[in-house]
Structures are given as structure tokens and as C-alpha cells.
């Protein structure tokens, strides 16, 4: 870079009451804001001392550091997620990752029975 320009990226995150997201960091700073509903959000260790997040609320979470968040409550969430990065680059904790950073499933898993 070094030319005063940052590439950012955007996206807004909808969850359903329970959905917790995989522990997972990016190597770009991050931040996010709750544009409905309530979330806890922590990083890996604060599992204890989640952040409680509502509507309105934001915060910046630094590169490399391995976080997740939670919906709380009874409505849905949404989630404004802002990367300073032109590439969505995830690395889950629990799982390998694709060249775009979504969680490559297991090829040789075989299908339940009476599943759809």
C-alpha cells in the first residue's frame, strides 16, 4: 500500500437467535456493528467476559486475533461487518479454509440416512 489508501470491504451478517460463529481471526483489522438485534462478542480466551453488543453498538477487533460472537435474545441479529482488506481472508480455528476463506467440508463424509 503506502499510498494512504486502505481497501475496505463490507458485508452484513444475518443470524438467527443461537448462532454462535467458529472461533476464526483475520490477518486486517476489523469492525463490527450491530445493526439489529444483540450479540456477545469475545476473544479466544474471554470466552468468560463477553463484549454485549445492541444495536448501535461497534467495535474494532485488531489483526490476528482469534474472536467469535454469539446472537443473544430473541430477535434476529445483523451484523455490519467492515474488513480493511479488498479480500475476505478467514482462518477458522476448528477447520482448513478455501482461497476465500469459507471451511472446505470433508470429501470423503458420507450422507446421513434420511437426511435432505
Known amino acids: ?21 467458529p472461533m476464526h481471526s483475520h ?24 463484549l454485549r453488543m445492541r444495536e448501535g453498538d461497534c467495535v474494532v477487533l485488531p489483526p490476528d486475533i482469534p474472536h467469535s460472537f454469539r446472537t443473544v435474545g430473541e430477535r434476529r441479529m445483523r451484523l455490519l461487518g467492515i474488513h480493511a482488506s479488498a479480500d475476505r481472508v478467514v482462518h477458522y480455528l476448528d477447520r482448513q479454509t478455501d482461497a476465500n476463506g469459507y471451511p472446505v467440508l470433508d470429501a470423503d463424509l458420507k450422507p446421513v440416512a434420511g437426511a435432505r
Do not use: K, N
Request: glycine share 16%; no cysteine.
Open 1 to 21: 500500500m503506502g499510498d494512504g489508501e486502505t481497501p475496505v470491504r463490507t458485508g452484513i451478517q444475518v443470524s438467527e437467535p443461537g448462532y454462535v460463529a
Open 27 to 50: 490477518p486486517y483489522t476489523e469492525l463490527l456493528f450491530v445493526v439489529e438485534g444483540e450479540t456477545e462478542v469475545w476473544l479466544q480466551g474471554g470466552e468468560a467476559e463477553p
